[in-house]
């Protein structure tokens, strides 16, 4: 059963940097980079306005950002993203198991974006089963930390912000959340653990 000390009804767990952690650590900086160099394009990206694919064919192969995609592990067909980039966090996979156990509806939010041209390879995991209500920002067309992709989450919950949990490990996305009435965790790297500890004093289940 759900504990009757507080009125929380789901948790939203973000997917790069919470559900998925880097293996090495050296690459969260890469991706922070790349996403710099996006610039303003990064919003067309994640809001599925254009794809990967499209994007790299408009520059030589010299360029810093294609010499830095291959290196991460993207694959020529664009098919997949390589699976050695990135690791399940032990501790966030327990938390997530624990809560459906308890009767916690489990969301996934994710700013994703489309590898391939033919919009088939959206950047997620295979196995969506844990997970009630699943949200990526390309197939929706609105991205965090923008209010209306948490409203639109909530919505499919079922819920009000004040009934909704939510982790993340940047914290303007967690301040996103917050304006709509949700609360937020920020997961840190190397430290999930501490996100998790906060989810069993908010719902007092032992999950570690």
Known sequence: MV?????IKAFIYDLGGVIMTYNDESLSSKVS??????????DDLEQGRFT???YLETLDDEHYFKKMASKMGITNDFTKISPQLMV???NIEKSIKVLKENGYKIALLTNNFYLDKEKKNPTTIEDLSSFDVVVESCK????KPNENIYQHTLSLLGIEGSEAVFLDDLEANCRGAEKVGIKAIQVLPQKSIDAVREIEKLTGLNIL
Not at 33 to 42: I, R, S, T
Request: cysteine-free; overall charge negative; proline content about 0%.
């Open 140 to 143: 929706v067309g609105m991205s």
């Open 33 to 42: 980079k790349l996403e710099e160099l996006f610039g303003d394009k990064l």
């Open 88 to 90: 399940k966090d032990d």
């Open 52 to 54: 990967l694919e499209e």
């Open 3 to 7: 504990a009757t000390n507080n009125n």
